[in-house]
């Protein structure tokens, strides 16, 4: 008689294998509760904009593979439809429709969504769960964080729950409902994969990384934590395709709730500043400034009688912390300043010359318009470095007074050399080199001379006004 003990291995087994896949299934979150239960306060918004009579007949659509993924979306919904012609054979006035999400925030009818879904719409119109649509009033809206409130006319309408974003953790589990293309309250659903994220032009915002599926006609819609909690509101993603890839943004729900109250009292949100320009340390502008680590926000350019001018702050120092809370990347400080009111402290720990010290300063109210300055550098009394290859002059009376410099030298030629490799321009403006300052191209010569070799050395440079340190290494 044949063994059965063969079989039995291979039922067991089996069975084993049934257990396993039942308590994967078992582990999986379950989202449809979640869904019913929050979808009734999602809406869609769709806007249209008049556009100026010119044919379009024949035009060419512009190319917008080069556009940064924050602004595909927005120039792709802007772009003319078919525009119909008039009876005499001229061309009617075009309308621009854009089409995104939002979320109703109170029972009388305020709406959040993004700032760019209903950038410049001459109409308005939220449509919500039960099909009904209404017209919005725009109540206000902030562009630094892509924040907009709606309001619309009703009583007891379905409203969210909100939660708190900053007990939100890294690989917990997120939902969005949304109309990506038009299709009304879809849900995708992914996990949260970075949090505090900064992304090129957005200063005020930590978003929320995570990988759910957003697609355009999501921005603006909410994003659930798993107690049905909108902790975000989806903003933006990374695309080179113009789909989703895998990347997504969301606006922390206290940055835009925050945003929200302000609208809605004021008209408009007021936001700390300390008026400096800063960059990333990075791991040669650390060794230049003898930290130990690279950390912090480099100050490389004081705004004249700015917060930070009058608090003592200078150029060249390394903020490792305001309030107490650390500064890890450059990005975290306008965060937390913009968080602060006009008029609030706020204590920076600052490396000075290799020296840790507090400076108190007195935060002052972010203008409405950044202050930028312009350089048309024209100079004599002309110097040369062979260690750099580059050639400089001193700046004129007239330079200084519009730069709002004491001293500096404007690059006049750059030859073949260390210059040239790190991007020096004719025309830059040298302040700084090797954490001294520069008063005069007869300084630059000397202190270029003493340079020591095969070690970060900083240089900070304004170009167009604008102010960096970057690093080098002379390995002669």
Same mark, same amino acid.
């Given at each position: 008689?044949?063994?059965l003990k063969p079989y039995l291995s291979f039922f067991a087994a089996l069975?084993?294998?049934?257990?396993?896949?039942?308590?994967?299934?078992?582990?999986?979150?379950?989202?449809?509760?979640?869904?019913?239960?929050?979808?009734?306060?999602?809406?869609?918004?769709?806007?249209?904009?008049?556009?100026?009579?010119?044919?379009?007949?024949?035009?060419?659509?512009?190319?917008?593979?080069?556009?940064?993924?924050?602004?595909?979306?927005?120039?792709?919904?802007?772009?003319?439809?078919?525009?119909?012609?008039?009876?005499?054979?001229?061309?009617?006035?075009?309308?621009?429709?854009?089409?995104?999400?939002?979320?109703?925030?109170?029972?009388?009818?305020?709406?959040?969504?993004?700032?760019?879904?209903?950038?410049?719409?001459?109409?308005?119109?939220?449509?919500?769960?039960?099909?009904?649509?209404?017209?919005?009033?725009?109540?206000?809206?902030?562009?630094?964080?892509?924040?907009?409130?709606?309001?619309?006319?009703?009583?007891?309408?379905?409203?969210?729950?909100?939660?708190?974003?900053?007990?939100?953790?890294?690989?917990?589990w997120v939902l969005a409902i949304g109309s990506p293309f038009g299709f009304?309250?879809?849900?995708?659903?992914?996990?949260?994969?970075?949090?505090?994220?900064?992304?090129?032009?957005?200063?005020?915002?930590?978003?929320?990384?995570?990988?759910?599926?957003?697609?355009?006609?999501?921005?603006?819609?909410?994003?659930?934590?798993?107690?049905?909690?909108?902790?975000?509101?989806?903003?933006?993603?990374?695309?080179?395709?113009?789909?989703?890839?895998?990347?997504?943004?969301?606006?922390?729900?206290?940055?835009?709730?925050?945003?929200?109250?302000?609208?809605?009292?004021?008209?408009?949100?007021?936001?700390?500043?300390?008026?400096?320009?800063?960059?990333?340390?990075?791991?040669?502008?650390?060794?230049?400034?003898?930290?130990?680590?690279?950390?912090?926000?480099?100050?490389?350019?004081?705004?004249?009688? &700015? %917060? $930070?001018?009058?608090? +003592? @702050?200078?150029?060249? /120092? =390394? !903020?490792?912390?305001? *309030?107490?809370?650390? #500064?890890?990347?450059?990005?975290?400080?306008?965060?937390?300043?913009?968080?602060?009111?006009?008029?609030?402290?706020?204590?920076?720990?600052?490396?000075?010359?290799?020296?840790?010290?507090?400076?108190?300063?007195?935060?002052?109210?972010?203008?409405?318009?950044?202050?930028?300055?312009?350089?048309?550098?024209?100079?004599?009394?002309?110097?040369?470095?062979?260690?750099?290859?580059?050639?400089?002059?001193?700046?004129?009376?007239?330079?200084?007074?519009?730069?709002?410099?004491?001293?500096?030298?404007?690059?006049?030629?750059?030859?073949? &050399? %260390? $210059?040239?490799?790190? +991007? @020096?321009?004719?025309? /830059? =403006? !040298?302040?700084?080199? *090797?954490?001294?300052? #520069?008063?005069?191209?007869?300084?630059?010569?000397?202190?270029?001379?003493?340079?020591?070799?095969?070690?970060?050395?900083?240089?900070?440079?304004?170009?167009?006004?604008?102010?960096?340190?970057?690093?080098?290494?002379?390995?002669?």
């Open positions: 008689m044949p063994s069975l084993m294998l049934g257990q396993v896949v039942t308590a994967q299934a078992e582990a999986l979150p379950d989202f449809t509760g979640l869904v019913e239960q929050a979808s009734p306060a999602v809406v869609n918004i769709s806007t249209t904009q008049k556009l100026p009579d010119r044919s379009v007949a024949g035009s060419q659509m512009p190319d917008l593979d080069g556009l940064p993924p924050a602004f595909r979306e927005f120039f792709e919904r802007s772009l003319p439809r078919n525009a119909p012609k008039s009876p005499r054979g001229g061309d009617r006035q075009r309308e621009a429709q854009s089409l995104g999400s939002g979320f109703i925030i109170s029972d009388d009818g305020y709406v959040l969504t993004n700032n760019h879904v209903i950038a410049d719409a001459d109409e308005i119109i939220v449509r919500l769960a039960d099909r009904s649509e209404l017209k919005a009033k725009l109540v206000g809206t902030d562009p630094r964080t892509d924040v907009a409130v709606l309001k619309i006319d009703g009583k007891n309408l379905p409203t969210v729950k909100l939660g708190d974003s900053d007990k939100l953790k890294v690989g917990e009304d309250h879809s849900v995708t659903k992914g996990i949260v994969s970075a949090k505090g994220r900064s992304l090129p032009n957005d200063s005020y915002v930590p978003f929320i990384q995570t990988d759910v599926a957003i697609n355009p006609g999501n921005s603006g819609g909410p994003l659930f934590n798993m107690a049905g909690e909108v902790v975000g509101i989806n903003s933006q993603i990374f695309t080179r395709s113009g789909g989703f890839m895998g990347l997504s943004f969301a606006i922390p729900i206290d940055v835009a709730m925050d945003v929200a109250n302000q609208l809605k009292k004021d008209g408009k949100v007021s936001r700390g500043w300390l008026g400096v320009v800063i960059q990333e340390v990075n791991k040669d502008l650390a060794e230049s400034f003898g930290l130990d680590k690279p950390a912090g926000a480099l100050v490389a350019q004081v705004l004249d009688n &700015g %917060p $930070a001018a009058k608090g +003592g @702050l200078k150029v060249g /120092d =390394v !903020i490792l912390s305001m *309030n107490g809370q650390p #500064i890890v990347m450059s990005a975290d400080l306008p965060h937390l300043v913009g968080g602060l009111k006009d008029g609030a402290k706020a204590n920076l720990e600052v490396i000075r010359d290799g020296k840790r010290q507090t400076l108190s300063i007195t935060v002052g109210a972010l203008p409405d318009e950044d202050q930028d300055v312009a350089a048309s550098p024209k100079a004599a009394d002309e110097s040369s470095s062979d260690r750099l290859g580059v050639s400089v002059a001193d700046l004129t009376a007239e330079q200084k007074k519009t730069l709002e410099l004491q001293g500096g030298v404007v690059i006049k030629d750059v030859q073949d &050399g %260390p $210059a040239a490799l790190i +991007g @020096l321009q004719p025309g /830059d =403006v !040298i302040t700084h080199l *090797n954490n001294q300052a #520069i008063g005069s191209a007869k300084e630059f010569a000397q202190i270029a001379k003493g340079l020591p070799k095969n070690r970060s050395v900083s240089m900070r440079v304004l170009r167009q006004g604008r102010a960096s340190f970057i690093t080098f290494k002379l390995a002669e």
